[in-house]
């Protein structure tokens, strides 16, 4: 600065002066290089993290919110498939019919004496008297999935009852018997209830109401429906039901029995 206090004269490159100190210790600098490197790493980072969020930033807060939801949605899923409630059966109260009108495997009788598996639980044995009151399906081979698979599980669901679906183990011709995989898909068809999945590897309930593989006609290749009671007794056997009243009377009929 001038002593007169104006401007500071402009040295031989025409520039103004400017009062630098060079302290005689260069440790004196220390302080400032510090600050000044934690001040370059700070923008460093900062850099990076722009790069990283960019991308979801680039069209606002609407893509975090939508990825958030979506994972919560997943999780959600998974937890419910992993430890949600599995499908059981009905319990009832009700005992057996001590004197059935019939002999078991009938119209009028019990279901026939044996043990077939329960899928859901592990293929956990169950005896045949014990699936009580609801509807047992039992599907031919090669069986194309039909709409009254989703009309039974619903109307036994409304009336609270069960219904089991079952393929029935007999070859017909080429035809293979229908897999647990094939089962368990068209009981995912049904929105309206929940098709529990029976294994009979002996073939018991196809033998006792379904008619043998192969035979010609509409009876022959669609669902065969078995209807019981709570006391056990099976009320009706119907081949090849269509939805309807009927179908929904009939299934009435076993919660109001």
Not at 158 to 186: H, I, M, Q
Not at 217 to 241: M, W, Y
Request: glycine share 12%; charged share 25%; net charge positive.
């Amino acid at each position: 600065m001038r002593p007169d206090g104006g401007d500071p004269e402009p040295d031989d490159y025409g520039l103004p002066h400017v009062d630098v100190v060079v302290p005689d210790d260069a440790r004196e600098l220390e302080r400032d290089m510090a600050a000044y490197h934690r001040e370059r790493r700070r923008r460093r980072r900062r850099r990076r993290v722009r790069r990283l969020v960019r991308p979801v930033t680039r069209f606002g807060v609407a893509i975090p919110i939508i990825a958030g939801a979506l994972l919560i949605a997943l999780l959600s899923g998974v937890l419910m498939t992993a430890f949600g409630p599995r499908p059981v059966p009905r319990p009832t109260g009700a005992q057996l019919a001590p004197r059935p009108s019939a002999s078991p495997g009938k119209i009028g009788g019990l279901l026939p004496d044996g043990r077939v598996g329960l899928v859901p639980d592990g293929r956990t044995p169950t005896p045949l008297r014990d699936l009580r009151p609801g509807v047992i399906g039992v599907v031919p081979p090669a069986y194309e999935c039909e709409s009254v698979v989703a009309e039974l599980a619903t109307r036994t669901r409304e009336y609270k009852l069960n219904f089991w679906l079952v393929a029935d183990p007999r070859p017909a011709g080429d035809r293979k018997p229908t897999s647990l995989k094939a089962l368990k898909a068209c009981a995912g068809t049904a929105h309206g209830g929940t098709p529990l999945i029976l294994e009979d590897r002996e073939g018991v309930l196809a033998a006792a109401y379904a008619p043998e593989p192969g035979t010609i006609g509409p009876t022959g290749s669609g669902l065969t429906a078995v209807f019981v009671q709570p006391d056990g007794v099976v009320t009706e056997i119907v081949r090849a039901p269509r939805p309807g009243p009927e179908l929904a009377g009939r299934v009435k009929s076993l919660g109001t029995g």
